[in-house]
Every structure is written in C-alpha cells, then in structure tokens.
C-alpha cells in the first residue's frame, strides 16, 4: 500500500486553520453561576462571565439593584452599574466550575485535542474535535 509521505506543513497548515476556526464549546469551561440566598426570600445569581447580578424568585429573574446586599448567611454583596464586585467566594465556586487545565504538555497535535474535545470529551461531537482527532491520527502515521 503505497501512501503519501508524511507533509508536516500541511499538517501545521491544518492545525492552524482549526485552532482559528474553533467554536467555543460550552460544555467544556462553562461556569456555573454564583448564588446567594436573599433574607427575604428568592437568591441573587451572578454570571461568572459577565458579573451581571440578577434577583431570582421562583420563576421570575430581575436585575439586581446597585448598592450593598446582605445575603442570608451574613456575607454581603456590592452590586455596582448591575454588575456584582467579585467575592472570594463567588471566584473560588467560579474556579470550581472550569475544570482544571493541566499544563497541556506533549505534542502539539495532542494539545489541540484535549483544548478542542475538552479534558473530559464534553466536546467530541463538535466538528473541530473529530478534525483534531483526524490530525493527530495522520500525525502519529
């Protein structure tokens, strides 16, 4: 069986239009939104992306005022122009939500895998992640 030999430009080529072509995964660094219980009943959630704080109470959601909020357990937040002033609590519950990276070490077509499919394969239907899979197969070749 005869076979093309191995073209590392077009390989690189490939990993570059993949990488540029790349839509962000959901599933892989969403997240989850920081909440608080309220005293008087309903929670304030505050989007780990945007900061954007919102007063939720059973099915209805409103923009959290600006000023200072004492939640139920004590702690307070300070909502200023709608957006919640990062607690340590909220950024450690934030870094709990996004897997933890390692330090992507090995071969670079293997490091595109784990950053397009996810750590945890969240992604391996996504169109990039098979690609990247396609890669890394030609490249081990």
Do not use: Y
């Not at 989007?47 to 004590?74: F, I, K, N, Y």
């Not at 397009?116 to 070749?141: F, W, Y």
């Amino acid at each position: 069986m005869d076979r093309a030999p191995f073209q590392p430009l077009s390989v690189v080529a490939l990993g570059f239009t993949l990488i540029l072509s790349l839509p962000v995964c959901p599933e892989a660094d969403a997240a989850q939104p920081w909440s608080g219980e309220l005293p008087g009943g309903g929670e304030i959630q505050v989007d780990p992306q945007t900061r954007r704080a919102t007063r939720v109470e059973g099915d209805r959601s409103m923009p959290m005022w600006d000023g200072t909020h004492r939640l139920e357990d004590g702690s307070v937040v300070i909502i200023r122009d709608g957006t919640a002033v990062p607690t340590e609590q909220m950024l450690n519950t934030w870094d709990r939500g996004t897997p933890e990276v390692d330090t992507l070490t090995g071969k670079p077509c293997e490091r595109l895998v784990r950053q397009t499919c996810g750590i945890d394969n969240a992604c391996a239907a996504a169109t990039a992640c098979v690609n990247a899979r396609r890669l890394l197969n030609s490249e081990r070749d």
